[in-house]
């Protein structure tokens, strides 16, 4: 299998100076420790050694840029032998297995999913799509009818909607009385809306359900 994968790149690495499964670790690890930091006006992919071996914990403490000194401060006395640890955010599940190689699981209290939102095809569709672009809601995408959500994590669950997949539950599943209904509550900020009555408030939700669904039915397709 090396062999063919060399094979098929033979421009990617010098012929005998690199296995291919070293490269594809020095790439893992650069791309793992690798940050974005502001050099002569502008922001570069930077390795720094020592400081970039710092593990993550929720509850430490950040570093942060002094002129062109990264600092970072102990919060609590540290012994010898102690682990320093720093805090890289408050970043998701999805983001930290991307950038840093892990995740946290359930100890993750700032742990989201993000979905893509698609208006379903009816008669009021441009007129929804109006109104959540004028009240705030990010797209996802712009060559189409999409816009951003995510469930944040509760109680060791992604069981809530943040207001913006909140919001959109609720246009989705409007007809005019409730489209009308929202836009009386603001044509500017979504985080005004309410459902018009406990139907409304029930049809959102079965909207978020299918969601979740669907996504997860989708994922487990692809693994």
Not at 29 to 48: E, H, I
Not at 176 to 186: C, D, E, Q, T, V
Not at 193 to 217: G, I, M, S
Request: proline share 5%; hydrophobic share 45%.
């Amino acid at each position: 299998e090396l062999a063919r994968a060399t094979a098929a790149r033979p421009r990617l690495v010098a012929r005998g100076s690199i296995a291919w499964h070293e490269w594809v670790w020095a790439m893992g690890a650069v791309v793992t420790r690798q940050n974005a930091l502001p050099r002569a006006g502008s922001t570069k992919l930077c390795l720094v050694p020592l400081w970039d071996s710092c593990n993550h914990a929720v509850d430490a403490p950040s570093s942060s840029l002094v002129g062109d000194t990264l600092e970072l401060r102990a919060d609590r006395d540290l012994a010898a032998g102690d682990q320093v640890w720093m805090c890289y955010g408050d970043r998701s599940d999805a983001d930290l297995v991307l950038h840093s190689g892990f995740r946290l699981g359930d100890r993750n209290p700032h742990d989201r999913l993000a979905l893509d939102l698609d208006l379903p095809p009816t008669d009021l569709l441009k007129l929804l799509a109006g109104l959540l672009d004028a009240a705030g809601l990010d797209r996802a995408s712009r060559d189409r009818h999409a816009w951003l959500g995510h469930l944040v994590r509760r109680d060791h669950r992604l069981v809530e909607p943040d207001p913006a997949l909140a919001a959109f539950a609720l246009a989705a599943s409007a007809d005019k009385p409730r489209a009308a209904h929202l836009m009386r509550a603001s044509t500017t900020d979504y985080s005004l809306w309410r459902p018009l009555d406990a139907t409304h408030d029930a049809d959102a939700l079965a909207f978020v359900l299918r969601l979740c669904d669907a996504h997860f039915a989708a994922r487990v397709a692809f693994r």
